[in-house]
């Protein structure tokens, strides 16, 4: 502590994450320290003097990192990651470290202004004292806090991210393929393309180094991956073979799964259609 200030030290602090929590811990009383490659403070020093560690770097250099700054983390401060995977990252902050270990995931990227009703997922995995600490802090901000072990975190991420991001990429592909003019077919088409191209959009216009990585590096995305693609190869045959009796049967158990959240979904991107076409109109 400092003066009654925690010191929070941020390794990769440099970066666009980085610097979101640099902000927000400054503004909620903290003191911040930041540490990176072009920084004279080392990771190393930076881990030893902090109460609370933070580590923002790359997915693929997060374990790297953690061995190399972990040991140097005092035994009663928290050591915690901000990276999309949390299996591997949280075991090997409880292996190199003695501290308390949150493995933590920000569901936002660095665009986002504010915290307000963003989802953070929080993996406690040793100590008891600093999770009110970190609860309170996000609380107060009105965040989103989702308690998950590691492993459930990474299936889900599998689908959230996997599986939507894969789709995303392919369906681009496939209208390069196709040769299909991205503006032009707006013409054509109703809102809900629109809103799904907006998407496709918004995934693409991002680091693809940072989405090679969460496919990639999640060790589950492979088992959701192989059930989309079946699930698509069964509907594609199903239409090929143009079987319709087994096409509203295929649609029907897609409709059961969902239940009522059919109906909000509906309400929802109806709220979001009337958005875009009066956004269109201004």
Known sequence: MTKNKVLVGIIGGTGQMGQWFKRFFQKNGCKVLIAGRRTKLSPEECA??????????????????????????????????????????????????????????PVFGPSVKKIKDQTMILCPARGKKWLPWLKKMLNKNKAKIKIANPVKHDRMMSVIQGIMHFGSISICHALKELGVDIINSQKYSSPIYKLRMDMVGRILNQDPKLYADIEILNSETTKA??????????????????????????????????????????????????????????
């Open 225 to 282: 991956l192989k059930a989309y693609l079946k699930s698509a190869h069964q509907l594609y045959s199903i239409i090929k073979k143009k079987d319709t009796k087994k096409f509203i049967k295929y649609f029907e158990e897609a409709a059961d799964y969902l239940g009522p959240f059919k109906k909000e979904a509906e309400e929802y991107s109806n709220y979001l259609i009337e958005k875009l076409v009066e956004g269109k109109k201004k």
């Open 48 to 105: 030893a003097k902090c109460d609370v560690v933070v580590i923002t770097v790359p997915i693929d250099a997060t374990l790297v990192m953690i061995k190399k700054i972990a040991p140097h983390v005092k035994k009663d401060s928290l050591l915690m990651d901000l990276t999309s995977l949390k299996k591997e990252p949280v075991k090997a902050m409880l292996r190199y470290s003695k501290s308390e270990v949150i493995g933590t995931h």
